[in-house]
């Protein structure tokens, strides 16, 4: 939605001070672009919400959200610490200039290259989410002659009320171990030698709706932890929800805070926020190629399409969409589709559109988050640059360009 990163001059639609159409006739469509303004912004509204709360939380972003490196030198350099789901993203948070001992890597089907990778570099914490996976880090750490600190994730066998897709804590899920099969891992810590076992783990989905699901996860975690003295460290995720639709009614960062402070009392406090850091602080803007009538339905035909932000056709997942230059006209209700050839490739089912004509520019809101991540060559197609606002609001950059042709071809043989 509509914020103070992204917002209209008269009719002109502006990223901070930074007109978007300038920003277009020097790199065209589609273009994704962030405000690093906001991005801070949203960090420090996380950090001192749960300051404020009484919880000295140590803020690690989630970089599967938007891996860009110029997003997480700037959080990095405004004191947040990493969250890692992949060797991958260890690696892009090192090359940002991310202290080792400040990652947390995360994720329930870690290889050994990936694990070995992660304690060569001397990253801080392994969520383990299986037994095997602890034998495992053990044997590692032993023939790397180190003590390696971990958490074990908890699956509290909550269902939380999110998309389907996206919750994790459910009894069904991949995710985490059951509290009976971390009670016996933990009183069998002498079994680890190579182990330091500091902390619980729980996350049970992106998108919260319901601060007590959260509270009742944490506390399963709390409790759990509270008979293994050796527990001093409660991870709690992320889940932090973002408005996606106007009117969208959901708790503030303060409500989660302030519900958990009782709950994490005594205890050191990891969080692992990215779509509430990320997700409105970017846009993603594609241009009008075709306006098409066929039967009872209009299309509008963009050049961006589910190879550029595939949470519609994946999730179902609503985008509120703007145009870059408002102008009057007539209002045609359409399909808003893009040019891949799957059917699915449509970004909104029906939508009204103002005055719209080939050529004009469109706006997809709160796509920072998930978006040029999950971002493919699918039709053989170059995925698209991704422009920075500075944190001064007045300056922009390319942070990555536009592949080419060639690239889509470069590590074939």
């Not at 749960?50 to 350099?77: D, M, P």
């Not at 409660?234 to 805070?257: C, H, K």
């Not at 098409?292 to 339905?297: I, L, P, R, T, V």
């Amino acid at each position: 939605m509509l914020n103070d990163a992204f917002h209209y001059r008269t009719d002109s639609l502006y990223a901070d001070s930074v007109r978007v159409n300038s920003i277009l006739q020097s790199v065209g469509t589609p273009v994704y672009i962030y405000s690093l303004k906001r991005i801070l912004t949203n960090y420090y509204t996380i950090r001192d919400a749960f300051f404020g709360a009484g919880i000295h939380a140590h803020v690690h972003y989630s970089a599967k959200a938007n891996a860009n490196l110029a997003i997480l030198r700037t959080l990095i350099a405004a004191g947040a610490q990493i969250d890692a789901v992949s060797g991958g993203e260890i690696y892009r948070a090192l090359q940002a200039g991310a202290s080792p001992k400040s990652l947390v890597f995360a994720g329930v089907g870690k290889t050994v290259s990936e694990l070995r990778y992660a304690m060569e570099q001397g990253v801080g914490w392994i969520n383990g989410e299986n037994i095997e996976e602890f034998s495992l880090i053990d044997h590692l750490a032993g023939t790397l002659g180190i003590r390696q600190q971990v958490s074990l994730r908890l699956n509290p066998n909550i269902a939380a009320k999110t998309l389907p897709h996206i919750a994790t804590g459910h009894g069904g899920a991949k995710f985490g171990l059951s509290a009976d099969a971390i009670s016996r891992i933990l009183s069998r810590a002498a079994d680890y030698p190579h182990l330091i076992f500091d902390g619980i783990h729980v996350h049970i989905g992106s998108q919260l709706h319901d601060v007590t699901e959260t509270v009742q996860a944490v506390q399963l975690a709390r409790d759990l932890a509270a008979e293994f003295p050796i527990i001093q460290t409660l991870d709690i995720g992320g889940g932090i929800p973002v408005a996606y639709s106007p009117g969208e009614t959901l708790p503030d960062v303060r409500d989660f805070a302030e519900a958990l402070a009782p709950v994490v009392a005594g205890y050191q406090v990891l969080l692992e926020p990215g779509r509430r850091i990320v997700a409105d602080a970017g846009i993603l803007v594609t241009e009008v190629q075709y306006i098409k009538h066929q039967g009872d339905e209009s299309f509008v035909i963009v050049d961006a399409g589910m190879t550029e932000l595939i949470r519609p056709m994946l999730y179902n997942a609503h985008h509120e969409v703007t145009p870059v230059e408002r102008k009057p006209g007539s209002i045609l209700h359409a399909q808003l589709v893009g040019p891949v050839c799957e059917s699915t490739d449509v970004f909104a089912q029906r939508i009204a559109l103002q005055g719209v004509e080939r050529g004009d520019a469109l706006a997809l809101l709160t796509a920072g988050a998930y978006g040029m991540v999950m971002a493919s060559n699918y039709n053989a197609r170059p995925r698209p640059p991704e422009v920075v606002i500075h944190p001064n609001g007045e300056t922009w950059s390319v942070a990555r360009r536009r592949e080419t042709w060639a690239d889509l071809t470069a590590l074939e043989e």
